[in-house]
Structure formats: C-alpha cells, structure tokens
C-alpha cells in the first residue's frame, strides 16, 4: 500500500500537470547540464590522452575535473535556487492544504514527507531523462568539436599524437551525475518543505501568513513606478514589493543568467582578440625559418631566399637575424623599464640584441620610414617583456644619436646609430623580434638566423615545400644536422585552427548560459503562474471594483518588467565587474587594451525583456475565465 | 467523565496596544452524546472557541481535555495524531483535499495513521452520506452539499471523542442545510456521538440539546434546549 504522503504528492503532481511538467523540464535541463560538462570533461581527458600519452595524461586532467567543478558548482547552485523555487510555489500554493491536513491529525513529518516525496517523483522521470538529453548534448558537443578540431589535426600530423574529440560513455561521470542531481533536488525541495511543515495549522487555515507580513510592511510603491506606469504600475509595485520572495526567485535566475551571459560573452570576446593578436596581426600566410642553434654563421641564404621567392605567386619578406651580440647591462641608454624587466632574470650583465638585415626592398623601405639614406643603422626602440607578469611594449632604450659597443663572439663591435622606429612605425614583420631587449637594423648582418614571411595564395603547400627545401639543405650536410633548426608555419592554416577553437570555445560558452537560462525561463514561468493563481480573488476584487482585463494585464506585464529592470540594475554591474575581473585574472598582456564589449549588455537586456514578455503572455492566458463572485467568495475556500 | 472539559480557557491575539482577548476564561463541559450548539455574534470567540478545542490553535491559558486527556500537554506531533483519533472537524468552506478523491478525502485521517478502514464501514458510512456512487470524484466535480458530506465522514470515521463543525451549513442554500442538519442529528442519535455546532443562525442553534450562548470572549447563557 502506498503511504497517504506519496499519494498526496502524486496526486498534486498529476493534478498541477503543467506545473509538474515546468519543474521536470527544469530538472531535466539541470541534470542535462550536469551530465553534459562531466560528459565533457570526460572526453577532454581522452582526447588529450590520444594526444601527450598515457603516461602524461595525469597531470593535464586535473584541468579539466578542475573546469567541471567550477562549471557544476555554477550549475548546481542556479538548479538549487530555481528547483527550490518550484517546490516552495507549490508548497505556499498549498499552504492551506497542508493546514487542512494538520488539522485532520497530519504530524509536520508527514507535511514533509509530501514535499519530499513530490521531489523523489519528479526525480524518477527528470533524471534519467535528463542523463539522456545530457548524453545527446555531449555526444552533439564532441561532434562539432571533432569537426572544428580537424584543422589541427592536420596541423598535427608530423608529430606524435593527435587530437580528437569523442564521444565517452563514462560510467563514474553518469553516476556522479546521478547522484549530485538527486542530493540537489531533495536539496532544493527540503528547504522549502521544512518552511511549509512549520506553519502552524491554525495559521495555514486561515493563510495569515501574508496577511502578517503586509502588517510588519505596508507595501509602498515608489512615486517613479506610478509616474510611468499610472495606476497598474503603482498596483504591480506594491504587488511585488509584498510577495518579495517568489519575485527573488526569479530575479535571482535572471541575475545569474545576466552575470553568466556577460562573463562568457567578455572571455569569448577577449579571447577572439587575443588569438587575432597572436596570429592573425602576421599578415603572412607561410612563415619560414631556419636557425643555427650555435653561434656558427648561417651559410649563403641568397639561394634559399631565391628558391622560395620563385614559388608561384608568392612575395617574401625576408630578415636575417645575427643573434652573436650583447649590450652590457651597464649601458647609460638603458631605460629603467628595461632595467625593471632585466631584474626578473636575475639582473643578467648583458642584453641579447638582434642584428636585422631586410631583404634590399624592405631594407630601403625602413630607412625612407627612418628619413635615412639606404645604408644607415636604424635603432628599433620597441621591446614587449615581461614587468611585474604583465606583458608590457616600451622603448629599451633612450636615443641620442649615441654610439653604442656591443659585445661579440670575437671582437666588441661598435654600431653609430643613425636613426630609430618606434613601435607603432614598425612593420609587423620587424615587430615579429620584439622579444630581443635591442633590436638594430643594420645595412649587411651576417645572420645566425634566417625568416622569411611569405604572401602566398596556397599556404598548406607553400608550408610543404619549404619544409622540404630547408630539410634538403640541412641534410645536404651532414655536419650541419643536428646544428639547425627550421620549420615552415602554416599561419593560414594556423589561422583557421584558431578560429575553429575559437569557435568551438563559443559554441561551448553560449551554449552553457542558453541552457543556464531557459533553467531560469522555466522558473520565471512557474513563479508568475503560480502567482496568477494565488491572486486569483485579488484580481477578482479587482474587476469587482471596476478594473477592466485589460488593465490587469497590462498590472501583469508591468510585474514583469519590473522584475526584469530589476535584474538588470543588478545583473549589468556584477557582470561587468566579474567581466573585468576574468580579464584581468587571465590576461597576461596589457598590449590590448580592456575594451567593454558593448554589444552584449544590449544582448543581455533584449533577452531579458523577450523573457519578460514570454511570461507575461503565459499569465495572461491564465486569467482567463472564472467569474468574479465565484472566485472572491471561494477565494478562501477549496 | 465529562467526554469534553474547557476549564478557564482563555485566548490573546496581539500583543501591547493591538491586545484583543478573543476567550475570556471560559468554562464548560461536554457529555458524552450532547449535542451543543455554541452561538454568538461574528467576534464573539466561536470560532477561536472551536480551534482551541480541536487542537489546531493553542490557548493563552487554561486548558482541553478530550476524554480524560489535557491535549495541550501533548508536543505538536503527539497532538496532530491525537487530534487524527479523537477529534473530527467540519469547516464552513468544507476544506478538502483537492487532489484526492471524495473517498480518500473521508479516510484521510485513517490514511494518515497507515490504516485501511473497514471496508464495511466505509461503504456503510458513504452509504448514510448518499456519496455511495461519488466517491471517486474530486471535490471540483461535486455539489457545495456533497462536499460538506464529504467532510461529515471525514470528521466521523474515526468515531471520535469530539465532532467540532463551524458553520457547516454557512455556505449552502436552506435546503441543503437541512439535509446536512438532518445528518449530523442522525449520528448524534444514533451513533451517540458528541456534536459541538457552532453557528449564528438561532434556527440552527434550536435544534441542539443544549445551546451555549458566546458575548465578548464569555459565556452569556448556558442552557437546555426544550425538545
């Protein structure tokens, strides 16, 4: 036989069928997310042991269980406070009911009890419907990231490992799912269960329980909301003034669903600029170099720069680096920026300084840009390193015109300096040796190393044959190998890849606060209905009085704008703030500037009213019929 | 024994200025078998008077007992299975249990307990009620009468110590208070069972045994109804 308490919570359940069917979907898309980011995680750790390994696979998962703590934590407690929602509308909804029941002998236990056992039912079917629906996601998730991934793979082939994205049954994660689901939702219905066994019979008998807490409050509506809104906005303030606690609920799940959309919005923003920065600023599609990892010369190079050049359709920028000097760090042009810098190596006595040759061309192009004739030496006062871990662009050096003595592998060498360039003048591919301290373009260097920056409609086999024109130089002889180091970047390709994680990383993000929020949406959607019914004999005295329809729902739709502007007024900051704040926690460059992307508070604050207009709609096809007696004198009755 | 002994019974709502004494040290006592209407003015501590009695409120001072039991020396939980054992309240606005059926909504205080009722019983007790081919109806499918039946069986199933109704006919048109009337009197007479009424209407009232007449929280009159 079933006990009296599963039968009341069942037939609840079956009888506020659109309700019940809200809260499952709620549930169901809690679990859903839940399941989905250990799905995730899980997966995560496959595809990087498909790429470092068995043996190193360790020390990278903890990222991800990391990653899936936070992200559930998040989901966790936006589940708590929406589920908890629903279950403390149905049980003040049925407040009197609970009363009726204490006074045929019912203990606060069994009051429990039917709140608890509401809880277990919708877990039966919001559970596994939701591991499954999680399941899906995932499975939809690591699909479109095997896809997006595929441009790194190819990237990937010449070395060791690759990386994909698969689909993992893992049976642990299910079960951790599981279980955390299940504590969350009999979590969520406690509280409120508690709350409602509490109430003293004679007091949900009678619901003094509101009635109460208008005498402590009288509800004041604000001179502003009756300016704008006229009588309705008057009556929708004072209403939500006084049932504060379902209004709570539901600004809280568009809070939390502003603050998220904004953080996730600002890291996806941030982080397109940071990859563009990286890759896309080379406005080259190949990048090739080969370098003597000794102080050893680099032979004739003319003919490699010759071969590539004759690659059809391609432009070359070509620089030869002599990384042989150093200026002693006792050097009076030194700026005390460079020397802060220089402190976080341990005070080194010299500087590393880049000796730069461009190809004729290029060469006579810098000095034009320096007002000098072709042959001067042409200070590049630029640098980007490291200061107080911020990376930071500055000017290493003061230019006077100076001489300055740089210290060699033979002899010092003694460099008059002409003229400088100053970060904003210098070509990208000039800039591309911004981490060397000094960086001076001379007429001849005799290089040590060799870059060439290709324009080229067809990256991926440009890549290839300069890969292969440097790997038959190299082993043309055979003291040489071992002693070099080339490669030939594919930025094009490199390009894409980033911009496939970028997207990947988005899709991620977005599709985490979408499901985040229509959690929230159904929330909102149960408050305001619940809160429609409760009202049902106010708006009756309402129309008694004289209130046309039309006018209770324009009260209606007034509520929610109210919540909505609301939410914002606290969504806006705190997102803002936890935007900045997740800019500064990450970010390690200060070349970019934090720049407020403000296309998304608008994003955020047209989906909050299309929120606030969906529900608004559902109340009012709530109102509908029920005659105005009827519905004031059983107000108070069954 | 006295079935129902109000001793000094005395209620206060609010506190300081707002101070309003509903029940002002009343006391009275209940055969076994009465029938006891209880009248007064709106305000005059019925049905203060009623909830006391039937546990769902607790007094300022003085005390209840239900055949031989003080029940405000019981805890809460001690209290509700009391109250689901011994005593049966009826309720102007009939207060059923929307979801249940009209025959769950009578066993309610058995089903509370983990009990089946007598399958005999239960027929005959819906049977009096007239509910016999009703009772799988929810209360939104039933009469505002059949209703209020709904809660007489509820009150009566268990054959308690006490049946406490306020106002049961309140909210129903002259005819079928008279039915209701008529059955509350059947189980009073032939069951033996002890009814407390409490209501304004004098017609009502007449029918009782014994009237109790409420004015400002205090017993105005206490008498016998000459049948």
Known sequence: ?638 | MSILQVRELTKVYGKDDAQVTALDHVPFSVEKGEFVAIVGASGSGKSTLMHLIGGVDRPTSGSVTVDGMDIFSLNESNLAIFRRRNVGLIYQFYNLIPTLTAEENVILPHLLDKRRPDPKKLAEMLDILGLANRKDHLPGQLSGGQQQRVSIGRALINDPAVVLADEPTGNLDSQKSRSIMELLKLFNRQYNQTLLLITHDEKIALQASRIITLEDGRIKRDEAVRA
């Open chain 1, 1 to 638: 036989m079933r006990p009296i308490t599963a039968t009341l919570a069942l037939s609840q359940l079956r009888q506020n069928r659109k309700r019940t069917i809200l809260t499952i979907v709620g549930i169901m898309l809690s679990v859903a997310m839940i399941t989905a980011v250990f799905g995730f995680a899980a997966s995560g750790i496959e595809a990087l042991r498909g790429l470092v390994g068995d043996q190193h696979v360790h020390s990278y998962s903890s990222v991800f269980i990391w990653m899936s703590a936070i992200f559930g934590s998040i989901i966790i407690s936006a589940s708590v406070i929406v589920i908890s929602n629903a279950f403390r509308i149905s049980a003040s909804e049925r407040l009197r009911q609970f009363g009726i029941l204490k006074s045929v002998g019912a203990t606060r236990r069994q009051i429990l009890k039917i709140v608890l056992y509401e809880g277990l039912y919708l877990s039966l079917i919001a559970i596994p419907a939701g591991i499954i629906v999680g399941l899906l996601v995932e499975w939809l998730g690591t699909s479109i990231g095997d896809t997006l991934l595929a441009p790194m793979n190819k990237l990937l082939t010449n070395t060791e490992g690759i990386i994909r994205m698969q689909f993992v049954l893992n049976l642990p994660s299910i079960l951790l799912a599981l279980c955390l689901s299940f504590f969350t939702i009999m979590l969520s219905a406690f509280f409120p269960a508690r709350t409602a066994a509490k109430v003293p019979a004679i007091e949900a008998i009678r619901l003094t329980r509101d009635i109460k807490s208008d005498k402590n409050r009288k509800p004041r509506a604000h001179r502003l909301s009756r300016l704008l809104f006229g009588f309705e906005g008057t009556l929708a303030a004072k209403s939500i003034r006084r049932s504060k606690r379902s209004y709570r609920a539901m600004v809280a799940a568009l809070t939390i669903s502003i603050v998220l959309f904004l953080v996730c919005g600002g890291l996806d923003s941030q982080m397109t600029m940071t990859m563009n920065q990286a890759y896309m600023n080379i406005d080259a599609d190949s990048v090739v170099y080969l370098t003597s990892k000794e102080q050893t010369l680099l032979p004739q190079t003319d003919e490699l720069t010759e071969k590539l050049a004759a690659y059809p359709d391609t432009q070359l920028y070509t620089l030869r680096v002599d990384k042989r000097y150093h200026l002693p760090a006792d050097d009076p042009s030194i700026t005390s920026l460079l020397q802060t810098a220089m402190s976080n190596d341990g005070m080194p006595t010299s500087l590393r300084v880049a000796l730069v040759t461009p190809d004729a061309e290029h060469y006579a192009e810098l000095c034009r840009l320096a007002d000098v004739p072709v042959g001067s030496t042409i200070l590049i006062n630029s640098t980007r390193q490291l200061v107080e871990g911020k990376s930071v662009e500055f000017q290493p050096l003061t230019y006077s015109g100076q001489t300055l003595t740089l210290e060699g592998p033979e002899q010092p060498l003694s460099l008059s300096l002409d003229a400088q360039l100053t970060g904003a003048q210098l070509p990208q591919e000039v800039a591309y040796l911004s981490n060397y301290p000094v960086t001076i373009v001379v007429a001849d260097a005799s290089p040590n190393q060799c870059l060439w920056f290709a324009k080229t409609p067809d990256s991926e086999a440009f890549s290839k044959y300069a890969w292969e024109l440097l790997q038959s130089y190299v082993d043309a002889d055979t003291a040489k190998t071992g002693q070099y180091s080339y490669n030939a970047e594919d930025i094009t390709s490199i390009t894409d890849m980033t911009r496939s994680l970028t997207k990947l990383i988005t899709i991620f993000l977005y599709g985490f606060v979408g499901m985040l929020s229509l959690i929230g949406l159904t929330s909102v959607i149960s408050a305001i209905s619940a809160n429609v019914q409760l009202r049902a004999r106010e708006f009756a005295v309402l129309k008694s009085v004289g209130m046309t329809e039309r006018s209770i729902r324009r009260m209606l739709a007034l509520e929610s704008v109210m919540s909505a502007l609301k939410s914002l007024l606290y969504g806006l900051p705190l997102g803002s703030a936890a935007m900045y704040l997740t800019y500064t926690a990450l970010t390690q460059q200060d070349g970019f500037q934090f720049v407020y992307p403000l296309s998304l508070p608008l994003e955020a604050i047209a989906g909050v009213f299309v929120i606030a207009l969906i529900t608004t709609q559902y109340a009012a096809g709530k109102l509908r019929g029920g005659s105005i007696i009827d519905t004031i004198r059983m107000g108070d009755g069954v």
